[in-house]
Antibody, heavy 122, light 107 residues
Framework: QVQLVESGGGVVQPGRSLRLTCAAS????????MHWVRQAPGKGLEWVAD????????NYADSVKGRFTISRDNSKKTLYLQMNSLSSDDTAVYYC???????????????WGQGTLVTVSS | EIVMTQSPATLSVSPGERATLSCWAS??????LAWYQQKPGQAPRLLIY???TRATGIPARFGGSGSGTEFTLTISSLQSEDFAVYYC?????????FGQGTKVEIK
């Protein structure tokens, strides 16, 4: 079965960096675009970034552009989110989610991890 | 940038009744729209994609409709497990965008 397991969250001081990891299993990771979505405490969902199946194309929300970097290691079936210059506005649960299959039409985000909490606080 | 707007913010419904949730896109997105359900402490779950296609394992009481800029999620007869927050999301363009959510609560 498809599994996405995030890790790397925690408490970090403003201005510092953190790297999130999402380990994928149960499907052919190299065939799918992958996304990060976050949710601040008590708030709605916010799309953060995505990467194409091969990592060549990446897109970012304006709120994180220039500070966050999404990447993937297909040999390890792992997705990453490098977060730099963190601020309190970045405090949220970060979800890894699966996007479109290569050469297929997009059909929403069909599998989600359980999320990892990032708290930015001094 | 496409902005998604959902209405109402909160919907109070009795079990067994019908619930109708609305979602608008600031520009046409065709049928590139998904609906998600989220319960407290859980990750979102995909309900509908392509505006009207139910995801795998989603009960038939969930129905989606619309195209262009106006979309609707209908829950035909609310069950206890359906009380949750529902989000629409466009995937027609970047940045991908979610609506602010509609909370369906027990009346």
């Amino acid at each position: 079965q498809v599994q996405l397991v995030e890790s790397g969250g925690g408490v970090v001081q403003p201005g510092r960096s953190l790297r999130l990891t999402c380990a994928a299993s149960g499907f052919t990771f190299t065939n799918y675009a992958m996304h990060w979505v976050r949710q601040a405490p008590g708030k709605g969902l916010e799309w953060v970034a995505d990467t194409s199946y091969d990592g060549t194309n990446k897109n970012y929300a304006d709120s994180v552009k220039g500070r966050f970097t999404i990447s993937r290691d297909n040999s390890k079936k792992t997705l990453y989110l490098q977060m730099n210059s963190l601020s309190s506005d970045d405090t949220a649960v970060y979800y890894c989610t699966r996007g479109a299959a290569v050469y297929a039409i997009e059909e929403g985000f069909d599998f989600w991890g359980q999320g990892t909490l990032v708290t930015v606080s001094s | 940038e496409i902005v998604m707007t959902q209405s109402p913010a909160t919907l109070s419904v009795s079990p067994g009744e019908r619930a109708t949730l609305s979602c608008w896109a600031s520009q046409s997105i065709g049928i590139n729209l998904a609906w998600y359900q989220q319960k407290p402490g859980q990750a979102p779950r995909l309900l509908i994609y392509g505006a009207s296609t139910r995801a795998t394992g989603i009960p038939a009481r969930f129905g989606g409709s619309g195209s262009g800029t106006e979309f609707t999620l209908t829950i035909s007869s609310l069950q206890s497990e359906d009380f949750a927050v529902y989000y629409c999301q466009q995937y027609n363009d970047w940045p991908r965008a979610f609506g602010q959510g509609t909370k369906v609560e027990i009346k």
